[in-house]
């Protein structure tokens, strides 16, 4: 199969789930910031970015995972072929489109530009992971920085003349940023002088011209060397590789010490950085002091659906990948006459047919509850009213742990199904699929680890505003739950997930008792498994609501095929029976405060 | 940590093994077979096979795994460092050291045998498994061959001064082996002349010296071309890449035409072989004609535990080098005072404790059940009662599908475990886990699918003679809670394992019953959650074992620390905890039959 003949999404799939799941006509105009974007405007949009992520894209990624960038002379060098890719994706203008009209961009809503990014990413994560940085770090600036630091610094990296990094991450802190110990002290001219290391660095250095911006976390030390410490002591900084001097772009003693052989991602370079060797590294303190945390926080939560969106994007790409290998290949017999009969495609045997449906209810089930999430952020930043607004910041502030590690972890498993379809060749480099399962890993570590996701959501979401945020949660499962039945759903379903959405509440409530009775430690015992828990309902709650439109669908003769909706209504079921299931185990696990790994002793490894 | 820090396998735990729950001493004993063998004398060999597996094989893995063979010149150029190494493997005399005396060799028992492999296949699998398939290769001309052909073919295997190899899969056949299309001809001097491909032939081509002998699967032509099709008319033969022709060793036509680019094992070669392009490969028939695949199936088990055996030692590397890392790197702080106080070791993190009991109950199962299905690999061969020599055989071949795929599924996750627990540096390839991850996949591939074993498990093995090997695993269940309770392990534990058994036999009889009413689809539609609740049961079964010898240690002072014993104990609470309660869903879905993916239609996915 050559390679532009994988979809990397189905159109059918993304169009029934904006017309018929998330209904975009209501959303754009409900919302009057989006009143410049129409439903066929946006198909106009996405028609450009498929033809982009099918045939620029897609075909650059095979050779810049087998040659990664080189680190020479000091500098490093990218595959050559981001020299012609990374042009054409900035040249879409996706960089900015979801930003103001008064910054001169399209109020883009963000749900769009999430169905944009997944297209996109599929194709090439390379590409797509250095757009997403670069615009972050300009979004930071715009969010925190003034009108002199935005005209700098914010205006070049969303027109994509610059690139932008997120520079958190320290050798010895990991994802501890109270250890942070890169400094900055105050300099006559009101800048700072920066020193410290940072590690894992994407995007720190490359040959596609202009300039770096490092968005980086540091401690502000006063003349006699004391900070305060913690997260409390950390504030935001702008650090480029070159700075403005007169107008002049100079050297600012920000120095790539390493380049790190990733396995995945491998043509976008991750980078240790060296600040002011020389003493000369300026920074620009974005914000307040002592807020680069909470700042920092506010677009995390975009990057978290960032992550989710290209973990479930890789997974789409191995799944249709793994989709077509299953009908193009001949392999055995129907068990019914072994020896006779022709050869089969292998999409003929259950447990292909298994696999394969699995990777589709896991895709798809991604891919509705991201763009879930990147809806509510649209509502939740631009609906006329107020309550609209809040309500939908505490919803999407419950579901982003979920969405950045739901489709990381369970993506890892489909792409490893769709590897494992392929056979012994789905374990060589020449089929794509192993380094889709390569890239995956990533989301698990990036951008908070699977492991504090669920401390996120145990310790932080699911509790905050007294439990707000889920009974939102659960009126949405009601909600889905009586629209599915009306809709002529198996009724069992939906009140499956009703069920399922009090075992989480329940569940939920005797944690944080058990929290508030001082056991802070065996509340979060099992947070993974309270993230499972919640992560299997919210999944439940997606493909019900697909099932509900597939139905609906049906009965009406709606756009799709009949043949179209009865796949959704077989993903829910796949979901309904294979993982709904788990969750009375997976509250009792965490109610119970299980104990066998907390009483392991140092010697008992 | 240097590389050579790296134990491979726990020794503690061998030992354990081997000594309070296996008793090798009692198994010595009751064999007259073993005679020449003490538990000192393997103790000795042990020492050397430890030392050999630290020293010598792991220090040469990395660079193998990053400078796979070179193809030049047609032929395939190893990585420099097997020059000494294979030498050093080959000393061991583990290639035929449980053959029998009377071909010079040392009866050693498999399970002995399979510990050796075990800390050899952690420290370098490239180097073992071309040590397995020379042995393997050897072992069916031994099995099969006449005298003449084991004098030609079977001695230099057996001394490693030639290598071997499995030579069944074809492009166009993959697993379907029915499909093999390689023909032999009977030629005049008795022997044939063979024509095909053949892929993925692991060891086919290498610069050892020496010469490489291909155990190949072919369809025997009579001069008008007509062939038996189907399985049946599949023979055994000897297919080398030189042959003797008076004496001399000449070119047999059997030629490399392509390296495949493994993601995994990839210091050793995976090739393309192409047989008589100038009609003039010999190949020698081993048996009878018709015999292929019965004679290659016999040695398949084998082959499988080898599997297993492999996958669990890439699990064990993986886990002890994340659980030193976990007690190495300091990073975050006790959650009951976040910002005040010195780091902790990560493995002071719920999650990351976790992770590690995890990987430690997965390894530790796998480890127990390979070595049991070894033990009864000895027993099933040499014990010197035919009803026990029997019932073993029975038990050992209703185990192998799992142990075969339970490993290397589980084990494909513990890795990726070992991985996470590393965060962004587990994802870099200068830490070896990542490596690991990718060895480890290869596990559920070859030698058969885990599609293929669940097929195998559920539709021979369990109903094999009116499902007495499936009674035979019931009694051993039924016995190993008996003692436990009687060792004074939790009751409930044995009384759950018991519960679970029942819910497998009952399954597997709603099954057989599904089967024989003449729907053979419905009974095999779950064979993959099948083999996951057999296999659920079956590790219960391992851990509930381990945990009596624990126990029994603890209360006598045995000569393992309590910290040890209280390990064993936490890993099975572990296992009854998290996995035994999957039993009853599992059992269900392959009872009902559940419908979802039988049910997608073509255009449907």
Same mark, same amino acid.
């Given at each position: 199969?050559?390679?532009?003949?994988?979809?990397?999404l189905?159109?059918?799939?993304?169009?029934?789930?904006?017309?018929?799941?998330?209904?975009?006509?209501?959303?754009?105009?409900?919302?009057?910031?989006?009143?410049?974007?129409?439903?066929? !405007?946006v198909?106009?949009?996405?028609?450009?970015?498929?033809?982009?992520?099918?045939?620029?894209?897609?075909?650059?990624?095979?050779?810049?995972?087998?040659?990664?960038?080189?680190?020479?002379?000091?500098?490093v060098h990218?595959?050559?072929s981001?020299?012609?890719?990374?042009?054409?994706?900035?040249?879409?203008?996706?960089?900015?489109a979801?930003?103001?009209?008064e910054?001169?961009?399209?109020?883009?809503?963000?749900?769009?530009?999430?169905?944009a990014?997944?297209?996109?990413g599929?194709?090439n994560?390379?590409?797509? !992971?250095?757009?997403?940085?670069?615009s972050?770090?300009?979004?930071?600036?715009?969010?925190?920085?003034?009108?002199?630091?935005?005209?700098?610094?914010?205006?070049?990296?969303?027109?994509?003349?610059?690139t932008?990094?997120?520079?958190?991450?320290?050798?010895?802190?990991?994802?501890?940023?109270?250890d942070?110990?890169t400094?900055?002290?105050?300099?006559?001219?009101?800048?700072?002088?920066?020193?410290?290391?940072?590690?894992?660095?994407?995007? !720190?250095?490359?040959?596609?011209?202009?300039?770096?911006?490092?968005?980086?976390?540091?401690?502000?030390?006063?003349?006699?060397?004391?900070?305060?410490?913690?997260?409390?002591?950390?504030?935001?900084?702008?650090?480029?590789?070159?700075?403005?001097?007169?107008?002049?772009l100079?050297?600012?003693?920000?120095?790539?010490?390493?380049?790190?052989?990733?396995?995945?991602?491998? !043509?976008?370079?991750?980078?240790?950085?060296?600040?002011?060797?020389r003493?000369?590294?300026?920074g620009?303190?974005v914000?307040?002091?002592?807020?680069?945390m909470p700042q920092?926080?506010?677009?995390?939560?975009?990057?978290?659906?960032?992550?989710?969106?290209?973990?479930t994007?890789?997974?789409?790409?191995?799944?249709?990948?793994s989709l077509?290998?299953a009908?193009?290949?001949?392999?055995?017999?129907d068990?019914?006459?072994?020896?006779?009969?022709p050869q089969?495609?292998?999409?003929?045997?259950a447990?292909?047919?298994?696999?394969?449906?699995?990777?589709?209810?896991?895709?798809?089930?991604?891919?509705?509850?991201? $763009?879930?999430?990147a809806r509510?952020?649209?509502?939740?930043?631009?609906?006329?009213?107020?309550?609209?607004?809040?309500?939908?910041?505490?919803?999407?502030?419950?579901?982003?742990?979920?969405?950045?590690?739901?489709?990381?972890?369970?993506g890892?498993?489909?792409?490893?199904?769709?590897l494992?379809?392929?056979?012994?060749?789905?374990?060589?480099?020449?089929?794509?699929?192993?380094?889709?399962?390569?890239?995956?890993?990533?989301?698990?570590?990036?951008?908070?680890?699977?492991g504090?996701q669920?401390?996120d959501?145990?310790?932080?979401?699911?509790?905050?505003?007294?439990?707000?945020?889920?009974s939102?949660?659960?009126?949405?499962?009601?909600?889905?739950?009586?629209?599915?039945?009306?809709?002529?759903?198996?009724?069992?379903?939906?009140?499956?997930?009703?069920?399922?959405?009090?075992?989480?509440?329940?569940?939920?409530?005797? $944690?944080?008792?058990?929290? $508030?009775?001082?056991?802070?430690?065996?509340?979060?015992?099992h947070?993974?498994?309270?993230?499972?828990?919640a992560?299997?309902?919210?999944?439940?709650?997606?493909?019900?609501?697909?099932?509900?439109?597939?139905?609906?669908?049906?009965?009406?003769?709606?756009?799709?095929?009949?043949?179209f909706?009865?796949?959704?209504?077989?993903?829910?079921?796949?979901?309904?029976?294979?993982?709904?299931?788990?969750?009375?185990?997976?509250?009792?696990?965490?109610?119970?405060?299980?104990?066998?790994?907390?009483?392991?002793?140092?010697?008992?490894?």
């Open positions: 199969m050559a390679p532009s003949d994988n979809p990397l189905d159109d059918r799939t993304v169009t029934f789930l904006l017309d018929e799941v998330l209904d975009l006509r209501a959303h754009l105009s409900a919302i009057p910031y989006f009143e410049g974007h129409d439903r066929e !405007g198909e106009v949009l996405l028609a450009m970015v498929r033809k982009l992520a099918r045939r620029v894209l897609y075909p650059t990624y095979k050779a810049q995972d087998e040659q990664p960038p080189v680190f020479r002379d000091g500098r990218l595959h050559p981001f020299h012609a890719a990374w042009p054409a994706l900035v040249e879409t203008g996706l960089l900015s979801t930003r103001p009209v910054h001169g961009d399209q109020q883009l809503p963000f749900v769009v530009h999430a169905v990014a997944a297209y996109l599929a194709a994560l390379n590409l797509v !992971g250095l757009a997403m940085l670069t972050g770090a300009a979004h930071l600036v715009e969010a925190f920085g003034d009108d002199a630091l935005r005209a700098a610094w914010m205006a070049p990296l969303y027109a994509g003349t610059w932008g990094t997120m520079a958190l991450t320290e050798p010895q802190a990991g994802s501890s940023l109270a942070v110990e400094t900055a002290r105050r300099a006559d001219d009101g800048s700072y002088r920066v020193r410290g290391s940072k590690i894992f660095i994407s995007g !720190g250095d490359h040959d596609l011209g202009g300039n770096v911006v490092n968005l980086a976390l540091a401690r502000i030390v006063d003349p006699d060397g004391h900070a305060i410490p913690g997260t409390r002591g950390l504030s935001l900084f702008v650090v480029p590789r070159l700075r403005l001097d007169g107008g002049e100079v050297d600012n003693d920000a120095v790539t010490t390493q380049v790190i052989h990733k396995i995945g991602w491998r !043509g976008l370079p991750s980078i240790a950085l060296s600040f002011g060797d003493d000369d590294c300026h620009y303190l914000g307040p002091p002592g807020r680069g920092m926080f506010q677009m995390m939560n975009e990057a978290r659906v960032g992550v989710g969106v290209a973990a994007a890789t997974a789409s790409a191995a799944y249709h990948e077509a290998y009908f193009a290949r001949p392999q055995g017999r068990p019914r006459h072994r020896d006779g009969g089969v495609p292998i999409v003929a045997h447990d292909v047919r298994r696999m394969l449906l699995r990777q589709k209810a896991i895709v798809e089930g991604s891919l509705a509850l991201s $763009l879930t999430a509510l952020v649209d509502v939740a930043a631009h609906h006329p009213d107020d309550a609209t607004r809040k309500t939908s910041q505490r919803l999407f502030d419950l579901l982003t742990p979920i969405v950045k590690s739901f489709p990381a972890e369970r890892f498993e489909s792409v490893a199904l769709a494992q379809i392929h056979g012994g060749y789905g374990y060589s480099s020449e089929y794509p699929v192993e380094a889709w399962l390569r890239d995956q890993k990533l989301n698990s570590i990036h951008e908070g680890t699977t504090i669920g401390l959501l145990l310790g932080r979401k699911v509790v905050a505003g007294g439990g707000e945020a889920l939102l949660l659960l009126a949405e499962l009601a909600t889905t739950a009586g629209r599915a039945e009306a809709a002529g759903v198996d009724p069992a379903w939906g009140a499956a997930l009703r069920e399922a959405g009090d075992r989480l509440a329940a569940t939920t409530m005797a $944690l944080g008792q058990r929290g $508030l009775g001082g056991d802070v430690e065996g509340m979060l015992l947070s993974h498994d309270f993230l499972e828990l992560s299997v309902v919210v999944i439940m709650w997606q493909h019900l609501g697909l099932a509900t439109a597939a139905q609906a669908g049906l009965a009406r003769g709606g756009p799709q095929t009949p043949a909706y009865d796949g959704k209504l077989r993903a829910a079921q796949y979901w309904v029976t294979h993982e709904l299931p788990r969750v009375d185990h997976l509250a009792d696990l965490c109610v119970r405060a299980e104990g066998s790994y907390a009483a392991v002793a140092d010697g008992s490894w």
